[in-house]
């Protein structure tokens, strides 16, 4: 899956960076690292993979949620995605990330328990 021209144009880094959409960025790259891992995904990949890679389509998925990211309307003042009224994601985009979230949530409460823990918190924000 790739990149639309929309989505390319958009990719400048900009926008918020503040402490908490930091903080969502990195939840979200460990998420998806541990979804790409666990569902193969790098094995896939014709080309050899290092630690930490991500292969293609997650790659796309997550320079696309940073992005998003750094320009929620909520800036530091956001809840996480998941209980977002607005949710800027686009339908395909939204059934990854959903998909990412149901793989990684539950596994992250053992592997990076204080990241879920601070995650769970930040839910709270309205
Ligand atoms: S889904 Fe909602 S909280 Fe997440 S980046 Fe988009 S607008 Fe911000
Ligand atoms: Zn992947």
Redesign the pocket.
């Known amino acids: 899956m790739s990149e639309t021209s929309a989505d390319q144009t958009r990719t400048k880094p900009q926008g918020n960076n503040g402490p908490r959409i930091l903080r969502e960025k990195a939840t979200v790259a460990i998420m998806?690292q541990m979804?790409?891992?666990g569902?193969g995904?790098?094995r896939?990949?014709s080309v050899e993979m290092g630690p930490g890679e991500?292969?293609?389509?997650?790659?796309d998925?997550f320079q696309y949620s940073h992005l998003r990211l750094a320009l929620c309307k909520f800036g530091e003042g956001k809840t996480t995605c998941e209980k977002c009224p607005v949710h800027c994601y686009k339908p395909d985009r939204r059934q990854q990330i959903k998909a990412v979230m149901k793989y990684a949530g539950p596994r992250m409460l053992w592997s990076h328990p204080l990241v879920a823990l601070r995650h769970a918190l930040d839910g709270f924000t309205k």
């Open positions: 998806i979804y790409c891992m569902q995904h790098i896939n990949e991500l292969c293609a389509d997650c790659k998925l």
